[in-house]
């Protein structure tokens, strides 16, 4: 059982962020804040996500478990208006999710959180670290997009690079070593990821300016990045496609 208030534009970024991989997700609610996990139906992108007790406006109750349905928590957010306050109250007994706004209320039935996949954690560490801001990597996303259907990022001692080639085009996102917040490579490192995963994820990531990549050969890519003012955080783990020879 609990009780939650929390800012209409906080809770949208972090649905939107979990939509990008799951129709349905296991939130576990507390004194600390909201935690998710998610893993996508084709185990190739995972989403580790937190909203800190301090991207709430209100909460009462014991720490709970719950499994929602994304696209009705949608359906409220888009009954909200900016600077609209979200209240969400859950009773176990009668198994109803109570969420209002301004002067709606919607019970919705709640699914069982022991039917959701509860991903386990890799330990992943790639070895280069890129901090990289969002315009950029959007921009490379959108030059990216009429090309390929997969991306490769390189990291190296002279920057970072997001290069797509198809059959008769390519396309190079160059981002000189100077011009990045952080950098953090011995080799150079390499690796191929589908694009629409890729382009998903950064395009959910609507608050922070910049996010950190970390790279490897051949590697899991993790994202790193702040939400909803830096009262949240969370990262995304996508799995590379391994390059043809």
């Not at 959910?204 to 990549?213: G, K, Q, R």
């Given at each position: 059982m609990f009780k939650v208030r929390i800012r209409m534009e906080v809770l949208r970024e972090a649905v939107e962020i979990i939509s990008t991989l799951?129709?349905?997700v296991k939130l576990t609610v507390s004194k600390d804040g909201i935690d998710a996990k998610a893993v996508d139906p084709s185990h190739v992108a995972m989403l580790i996500l937190k909203l800190k007790d301090t991207a709430l406006e209100l909460f009462t109750g014991e720490t709970t478990e719950i499994g929602v349905d994304v696209e009705k928590i949608k359906e409220v957010l888009r009954l909200s208006r900016p600077g609209d306050i979200i209240e969400?109250?859950?009773?176990?007994?009668?198994?109803?999710?109570v969420v209002s706004v301004g002067k709606i209320t919607r019970h919705m039935g709640v699914v069982d959180p022991a039917g959701i996949t509860d991903p386990k954690i890799?330990?992943?560490?790639?070895?280069?670290?890129?901090?990289?801001?969002?315009?950029e990597l959007r921009q490379g996303i959108r030059g990216s997009e009429s090309i390929s259907d997969h991306v490769t990022l390189v990291l190296d001692a002279t920057g970072f690079t997001m290069h797509s080639e198809g059959e008769t085009d390519k396309v190079d996102l160059h981002i000189p070593a100077a011009s990045l917040s952080r950098i953090e490579v011995k080799d150079?490192?390499?690796s191929m990821y589908p694009l629409d995963f890729f382009s998903n994820m950064v395009k959910?990531?609507?608050?922070?300016?910049?996010?950190?990549?970390h790279l490897g050969n051949e590697y899991p890519l993790k994202i790193e990045f702040q939400l909803a003012g830096d009262r949240g955080e969370g990262r995304f783990l996508l799995a590379p496609r391994v390059e043809e020879d």
């Open positions: 799951v129709a349905e969400l109250q859950y009773e176990g007994g009668k198994n109803r999710l890799p330990n992943v560490t790639p070895p280069g670290v890129a901090v990289v801001k969002m315009d150079a490192v390499r959910s990531i609507t608050s922070s300016e910049e996010v950190t990549l």
